[in-house]
């Protein structure tokens, strides 16, 4: 039995889809057990934060799949195919809200403290605070690319994949981001927030750093 759930482990994700679609339960849980936890986390990040409504998301998106696993489409890669629906889901979300306020994902700061551009100190707590405030300005597709490039750490081409547009068009996404955040966040020397960093500091579409 530990032999069989260690091959399970070591299948990839679109050999687990085949046999989930041929009604293999222990499949479901080995892809389950694979996503779970970054999945919640994102919900978590796009959907305000909640992370009861994220947990109810996570719970529904993996339903969707155990219902109806003939609805992955077997020639993209799981994964992308995974964050297009779960991205989807959040969008509803917005529309049944009626608003266009999303997530509120915190920018990981390497240090406790930041350094406002006059000098003062400024805590951890309060920089997030203002970077909230000025992701829900966002619109909903640049958070949520930001979000999987910065939190979830997909590469630029599987975010490409998610939302169906060029590589070059997330890139461009990214960099506006990243712009108007350092432009908003003037009280703030964001040399040191990590902000204009980030980019350059996530894994390339080969692997690297």
Known sequence: MGLFRTDLRDLSDERLMERIV?????AFGALYDRYQRKLLAYFSRMLWNDRERAQDFLQELFTKIAQRPG????????STW??????????????????RKAAVPYLRAGQDHVDAVHGDGVDRERFRERLDEELERLEPDHRATF????????AIKEIAQVF?????TVKSRLFYTVKK??????????RNMGVTAAPAQRRNDDGTA
């Not at 609805?71 to 799981?78: G, K």
Request: aromatic share 12%.
């Open 22 to 26: 041929a009604g293999d339960e222990r």
């Open 71 to 78: 609805s992955y489409d077997p020639a993209r890669p799981f």
């Open 82 to 99: 995974l964050y297009s629906v779960a991205n989807n889901m959040c969008k509803n979300e917005y529309r049944r809200e009626e608003t």
């Open 147 to 154: 979000v999987m490039r910065y939190h979830q750490d997909m």
């Open 164 to 168: 169906g547009i060029s590589e070059g």
């Open 181 to 190: 955040l350092a432009g908003r966040l003037g009280e703030f020397d964001t």
